[in-house]
């Protein structure tokens, strides 16, 4: 004996305009879910002095070397940011420890200057390789 | 109606698969404070965030204050100019410090000793002004160096022989980290990371669920970016790294390292260049790793090993020696993956 089905229930349109949306919904979560919500822009270095941010480049815009000089407790750092790069050049400071860091280029990475209490961190771009949530040492 | 109320449902439906993935969508807060000669970095998600970081970041600040030897007004330094022989009061909470800093010294039979800060401020590495100082001057120092020179006078007094003064250097970030640790704990965090320039205290896992992923640098590449010896895997716990690299100068075309050896005044040649002791979260254990850190830095291989098998205290060890060996004690071994590219010949203690 053979069901017929009423004719109410016959997928139509509508219906396959709701199952798109719960798809596209499905794989927009999954794509928040698997990118870390996704917070990855083009590779920045955020330059802070005694923890306030005060200057920010975009190290994905630049097409050659561009030299920026900051001063905070008595320090002037010489920075030199690159397309896809930043590192302390010069600094006048006692310990020279943002000078021996050398060139960051990944986000995630600082130059860290004590004296100064100055922070270049690169934000965005791609994650790093070895993907480390911090490093000791 | 009866499509749209379908419709309705299957967008309520994505929402709560969206919720689903709450802890992934949760954001790390953070905070940055430059205190105790260093810049911290704190990290934390769940519980009362916020607030967590504030009451950290003030006590971080607190304990600065309290522990420097190069701020005039801080108990350590009240301590430090006290007439030789008077006994000073310096509260409950610096006694106790002082108390577990000079056990410390009597299990590490002198390797750990926080009376070197006349010998390291010969070398102007308190100070920021290096320089070699001559065998005699020293001599002269190291003669009010040694545990025995300080003397814990009733509940809450402490005094110092004629000569001696203390730096907590060596101590003082690995009890802040036992401090913001409980902060966080009191206030319900879920997942954090504090690292207080090289003291590491982290809970709960990244937010994916897994061990957060820990990067112990190598020290022979110190000037670069992700070059590490390996890398630990540890949900909660406290990892805490020294390290001749760290802070040195030279001279001469000789390079000279912060790690004072008690026993002659100079940088420890103790053929290590990185310990790394990890220990479980317990707060408390982060003042026992930093502490530890130095002084088997001092020992080197052998002393550290017969130290860490001997049972005394409950933590691991990650050794880098200077002839290229990169030795990890078995507690932690399953959760260490060594870098083969750092070209250290790995080896598993037991």
Redesign the interface.
């Given at each position: 004996m053979r069901m017929k089905s009423s004719p109410k229930l016959r997928p139509n349109g509508w219906d396959g305009l709701a199952a798109a949306v719960v798809l596209v919904l499905a794989v927009a979560c999954a794509a928040l879910v698997w990118t870390g919500g996704g917070q990855s822009g083009p590779l920045t270095a955020v330059v802070s002095a005694d923890g306030e941010t005060v200057d920010q480049v975009v190290l994905a815009d630049l097409t050659e070397p561009e030299e920026r000089t900051y001063t905070a407790n008595g320090c002037t750092l010489r920075v030199t940011f690159g397309p896809g790069s930043a590192q302390v050049t010069a600094s006048d400071c006692p310990t020279q420890d943002c000078v021996h860091t050398g060139k960051i280029t990944r986000g995630g990475q600082s130059i860290v200057c004590l004296p100064a209490r100055i922070v270049i961190q690169l934000e965005g771009g791609p994650a790093a390789d070895s993907g480390v949530d911090l490093v000791i040492g | 109606m009866r499509?749209f109320g379908?419709?309705l449902a299957?967008?309520l439906?994505?929402g709560s698969?969206?919720a689903c993935?709450g802890a992934?969508?949760q954001?790390m807060q953070t905070a940055?404070?430059?205190a105790m000669?260093?810049?911290m970095?704190l990290q934390a998600t769940g519980g009362e965030t916020a607030e967590a970081l504030a009451a950290a970041e003030d006590e971080i600040y607190r304990l600065d204050e309290e522990l420097s030897r190069t701020r005039e007004d801080s108990a350590v330094s009240q301590l430090n100019r006290a007439e030789a022989g008077t006994s000073v009061e310096v509260g409950a909470e610096l006694y106790d410090l002082i108390a577990r800093a000079l056990a410390f010294s009597q299990a590490t039979d002198g390797a750990f000793d926080i009376t070197l800060a006349p010998v390291s401020s010969a070398w102007g590495f308190t100070e920021?002004?290096y320089r070699v100082p001559a065998q005699e001057e020293l001599a002269g120092l190291l003669a009010h160096v040694g545990s025995e020179h300080v003397h814990l006078d009733g509940a809450s007094a402490v005094s110092l022989d004629q000569g001696t003064q203390i730096d907590l250097g060596a101590i003082a970030k690995g009890y802040a980290s036992d401090a913001v640790a409980a902060i966080y704990q009191e206030h319900g965090i879920t997942h954090g990371?504090v690292?207080l320039g090289?003291n590491?205290w982290?809970c709960g896992g990244?937010?994916k669920g897994e061990p957060?992923?820990?990067?112990?640098?190598?020290?022979a590449r110190?000037?670069?970016?992700?070059a590490?010896t390996g890398?630990l895997r540890m949900g909660d716990g406290f990892?805490?790294?020294s390290?001749g690299y760290?802070?040195y100068f030279e001279e001469n075309g000789k390079t000279y390292h912060h790690i004072i050896d008690p026993a002659t005044g100079h940088p420890a040649e103790s053929g290590l260049t990185?310990v790394?002791v990890v220990a479980d979260g317990t707060v408390g254990n982060g003042t026992m790793c930093d502490a530890l850190s130095t002084a088997l830095f001092v020992m080197g291989e052998e002393r550290a090993l017969d130290f860490w098998r001997s049972g005394v205290y409950d933590f691991d060890l990650i050794l880098v020696t200077e002839d290229g060996r990169l030795l990890v004690t078995d507690g932690i071994a399953d959760r260490f993956q060594p870098d083969e590219t750092a070209g250290y010949a790995y080896e598993v203690i037991s």
């Open positions: - | 499509r379908a419709l299957a967008l439906l994505a698969l969206t993935g992934a969508a954001e940055q404070v430059f000669d260093t810049v970095g920021d002004a990371i690292d090289g590491t982290v990244n937010l957060w992923r820990i990067g112990v640098q190598d020290p110190a000037g670069e970016a992700e590490y890398i990892a805490v790294t390290g760290q802070r990185s790394t």
